[in-house]
Structure formats: C-alpha cells, structure tokens
C-alpha cells in the first residue's frame, strides 16, 4: 500500500473547536504511526463563514498542541498551495470534466424558483430533492443561457437506483439508496467550489490515503464517493469518529461548557494533558493506563481500536488528567507559566524563588495552572477580604488576645522556618490549655484570608516574617 497521506481539513470559521482537535490529533497519530505525512488543508470556500485571523488561530492552536503539520500553509509540501480559496480554477476544470463526462449539469434556477420548488414538495410531503428540471434544457438552451451570463450553478448527477456501499473503518458496512441523495451543487454560481467538489479533488490531488474525520461527516460521504467514481479515482479509506457530548449524552455544545481549545490554553491546561484527555474520546489502549504521552500514543493508536458510541466530555476527568501532568512539569516550565499568568491578571511578580515555592506549596494541589495563581492569591499579595464563615466559625472574642500574645513569641526573620512556626504555636496551645486548632484556623485566617490552602506553617516560612505579622496585626484590626 502507498504511504500513509491524511490530512485535517478545517473551516477557519473562528476557533478550533475540541473536537476538531480530535480530529487533527488522530489524524496525527495515525500519520506518524505509519511513518506517513499529515497534512494542513484549509476549506475556506464557504465565503460567509469566514472570520479574520481564523487561520493564523488554528495554526497558533494546533502548534501549542504539539501537533506538526508536514504540508500546509506555512509548512511547505508539493502538493499546495493548501488553502482552497488559491486553487479555484482546479475545481471549475473538474467540475467542467464532470459535466463532459455526464455527471453534472448545469442549472441555472433562481432562488426564489427553488423556493417555491422545496414547498411544493414539501405540501406533497416529498424527500426536499433537486427536481432536475435543468436536465429539461436542450444543449443549445443551455450553450444560450451561459452565454448570456445568466448565473448557473454545477450540479451532480446522481446515479439512479444504484446503492452506495462505504465499508467505514469505524462504522462498518454502510449502505445509502441513491434515489436518498440530492444532485449536490458543486459549482456554485459566486465560482467557489462548494465542500464536496473540492473535499474530494483536494484529497485526490493531495494523494490523501486515509479519510479520518468526524461522524457528522458520514452523511456526505456517499456524494463523495460518487464523486471519485464519477473521476474514475480510487477511493481513500474513510473512518468516522464518534460524537463528542456533553455529560448528558446531548451532542456537545457550547451552552454546556468550553469548546474552543483556547479556552483550555487559557484556563491552564498543559497541551500533553488536554491531548491525553482528547486521545481518550473516542480510542481506548485496550488496558487500565490512562497516562499516555504523545510518543506513546503514536505507538499505541490505531484505528480499529476507536469505537462508535459517543463519546462524552468530562471535565473532570481532563482535570485530573492535568493534575498528574501538573505534578511532573519541571518548576522552570511552571515557573514561566506563573508568571505569564500573573501579568496577565495584572499582579505583581515576585522573585523566582517564591513562585518556586509557591510551587512546593500548590503543585500537589491545583488542577489547573491558573489556580497557581487565581487558587491562592494570598501568596502573592496581603489578603484584603476574610472568608466570612471562617471567620464566624473560627474568629471567637478570646482569639484576638491570644494572637496578641503569640506575636512576641514569632522566631526572628532567620528562624522563621515552618517547623520552629509548628512547635511555638503549639507550646503557646498547651500554655493556654486549647487545642491547637484553636490558634492555627485563625491564624491561617489572618494570613491568607480563608480556610483552605496549602500546610499553614510552610505558607507562613514562604511568606516571610514581615508579611505574616503585618498580616496578623491586620486581621486584628479587622477582626478585633
Ligand atoms: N471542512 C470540513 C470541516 O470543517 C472538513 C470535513 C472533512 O474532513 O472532510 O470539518
């Protein structure tokens, strides 16, 4: 068999959705698995969906991932250009070839006409179909009407009464009736091709081995295969992934959660983690593990390991996913990361040390990388709230004088170390006859303003002497 030549097909419509992403990744894998090419192919020939600077984001996202494209835009390959809107003039000498050929037609019916066509049909309750009514023009009305500029559309000629069979590495043996199939405009009459004239000629020019795109795809596939016979071509295999949903089963949507995958980069999700997670809607290892780099996903994918049933996103699965990511990131990576994020909250940024030890102190504990910084904002900066019922739960009236009494006894800046921090407020606990609940919850209170958080004794060696007795008198006056 040939080398392996796939490609990921998007609409730059905006943002690279998650399960575009999917798409892209398995593609991916499958690519460098087989020691084949993935390419970059940008469907840009839906004239009004097109949004600015949509291209240049899908290209930013797909390179945060980790996921290389060896021919596309930008990338270089022999197969290009690899944007549908430079290749024009392919798809009208192939949509000319067809109508040759006696597979396509012109047509040059208004929008109004096939208005009026479509209720027609629907008042008699018929399939809503192209009725053929330009097959109904002699050659000469047809010569006539081009010449005089009237717009035309190209449209394909389905083949009557035949089955179309696709055999879906995914779904299996799936049958379509032609009479289900409508003639399918190609060509339309602004000159753009539309989906499924250039899907096709691109994946034929580009040599594309291997079609493997999401399942809301299957139901053009017979056009297209119709298509490629129509060429005289040889087909590609074709594997439909499962749907993603939402954790209802409901097909996954915006209304429910973030679908955009710069949402994710935003929220703190490392690129290695939401691919693990996203390798996982739809393919299975067959086995318990779950932690899989990309490495290893390239070696273990394979597409008869992907099911068919939907697939659902669960976030919090992708956040623990993240947390055992976050857990083996070196402290330079995070380090970056932490400060990228404090400048972008607009916050202050402190010496590498501290955010290193911000680090010991969340690392175990955050799901995301914004919680390094949103998590625990009092390790940046003196709280300016108390968490109000911590403060009624743990604030009782004889706690401000025991703090006052413990201040003198804080161990001077050098020995300001959380295990000398422990033993004091301890000793002071037993003087007084308390628990040592009684003085630690009020103290974290003071210190960082709520009740959870990291060990109180490691946050207060991090924090240093001065900013725990400034905070401790602060809260004292707050709190009385
Ligand atoms: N342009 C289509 C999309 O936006 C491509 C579908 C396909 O892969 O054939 O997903």
Redesign the pocket.
């Known amino acids: 068999m040939s080398t392996v030549r796939v490609?990921?097909?998007?609409?730059p419509?905006g943002y690279l959705h998650v399960g575009?992403l999917r798409?892209a990744l398995y593609n991916y894998l499958f690519a460098k698995k087989h020691g084949g090419a993935f390419l970059l192919r940008i469907?840009d020939t839906d004239r009004t969906r097109l949004v600015e600077g949509a291209v240049e984001n899908l290209i930013r996202t797909l390179g945060w991932a980790g996921l290389r494209f060896d021919e596309g835009p930008g990338a270089g390959g022999d197969r290009g250009p690899y944007v549908q809107s430079e290749r024009l003039s392919l798809y009208r000498t192939y949509a000319e070839q067809l109508i040759r050929d006696g597979h396509a037609y012109y047509a040059f019916d208004t929008a109004e006409e096939l208005e009026l066509m479509k209720a027609e049909q629907e008042r008699l309750k018929l399939t809503p179909k192209y009725d053929r009514r330009a097959l109904k023009l002699s050659a000469a009305e047809v010569e006539a009407k081009l010449a005089s500029g009237a717009p035309s559309v190209v449209r394909l000629r389905v083949p009557d009464a035949t089955t179309v069979v696709i055999e879906d590495v995914v779904r299996g043996h799936v049958e379509f009736e032609s009479a289900m199939i409508d003639d399918q405009v190609l060509l339309k009459s602004d000159g753009y091709p539309t989906?499924h004239l250039a899907?096709v000629v691109d994946?034929h020019l580009m040599g594309i081995t291997h079609?493997?795109?999401?399942e809301?795809?299957l139901s053009?596939t017979p056009k297209?295969v119709l298509l490629y016979r129509a060429f005289g071509w040889e087909l590609p295999v074709f594997a439909h992934l499962p749907l993603l949903l939402n954790p209802d089963r409901s097909k996954l949507s915006k209304r429910q959660g973030d679908v955009a995958v710069e949402d994710y980069m935003r929220k703190g999700y490392l690129p290695e983690a939401l691919l693990n997670f996203i390798a996982f809607l739809g393919w299975n290892p067959g086995d318990e593990r779950e932690i899989f780099s990309l490495e290893e996903l390239v070696r273990e994918f394979t597409l008869e390991r992907v099911g068919k049933s939907g697939a659902v996103f669960n976030i919090e699965k992708l956040d623990s996913v993240n947390k055992e990511y976050i857990k083996t990131a070196s402290t330079a990576r995070l380090t970056e990361e932490i400060r990228l994020r404090l400048t972008a909250h607009g916050m202050a940024v402190p010496p590498d040390h501290h955010i290193a030890g911000v680090i010991v102190l969340m690392k175990e504990r955050v799901a995301t990388l914004e919680e390094f910084v949103t998590g625990c904002g009092y390790l940046y900066a003196d709280p300016v709230a108390y968490d109000e019922e911590a403060s009624k739960k743990n604030w009782k009236p004889e706690t401000g004088g025991w703090l006052r009494e413990l201040l003198p006894l804080l161990p001077g800046a050098d020995g300001f170390t959380a295990s000398s921090l422990e033993s004091i407020v301890k000793e002071r606990a037993t003087v007084i006859g308390v628990g040592a609940g009684k003085l630690i919850h009020p103290l974290r209170l003071a210190v960082s303003g709520t009740s959870k958080g990291p060990g109180l004794f490691e946050m207060m060696e991090l924090l240093g002497r001065d900013a725990c007795v400034r905070r401790i008198g602060r809260a004292l006056a707050a709190l009385g």
């Open positions: 490609r990921f097909a998007p609409s419509t575009g798409t469907e989906y899907n994946d079609v493997i795109r999401g809301e795809w053009s297209h």
